[in-house]
Nanobody, 122 residues
Framework: QVQLVESGGGSVQSGGSLRLSCAAIGFTDIPYCMSWFRQVPGKRREGVAD???????WYATFAEGRFTISIDKSRNTMYLQMDSLKPEDSATYYCAANVDSTSCTESSMDYWGKGTLVTISS
């Protein structure tokens, strides 16, 4: 069974760090695009970072300079290192994967994890 499983969420104080993991279980190869999204209750889900192709990356403006996306292909696992966290980073973080096309848009994602909750206190 193909699935994405996130871990690493938790509660930290402002300025702290967390590293989220997304295990791609059952995939025969790393998908073309893997992404992190986040969502706060009552708000639209937003993209955080993508890693695609031969390890090209994209970051949302709020993530640039603070977050780092990476993949360990030997473990079929994607990571999101989050530093200098702010209260506004509090959200449920989801990983997603696109296996059918060369796209990283939210609507193109074929698989989604169930999410991991990140809470940043001031």
């Amino acid at each position: 069974q193909v699935q994405l499983v996130e871990s690493g969420g938790g509660s930290v104080q402002s300025g702290g760090s967390l590293r989220l993991s997304c295990a791609a279980i059952g995939f025969t190869d790393i998908p073309y695009c893997m992404s992190w999204f986040r969502q706060v209750p009552g708000k639209r889900r937003e993209g955080v970072a993508d890693i695609f192709g031969t390890s090209s990356t994209w970051y949302a403006t709020f993530a640039e300079g603070r977050f780092t996306i990476s993949i360990d292909k030997s473990r079929n696992t994607m990571y999101l290192q989050m530093d200098s966290l702010k209260p506004e980073d509090s959200a449920t973080y989801y990983c997603a994967a696109n296996v059918d096309s060369t796209s990283c848009t939210e609507s193109s994602m074929d698989y989604w994890g169930k999410g991991t909750l990140v809470t940043i206190s001031s």
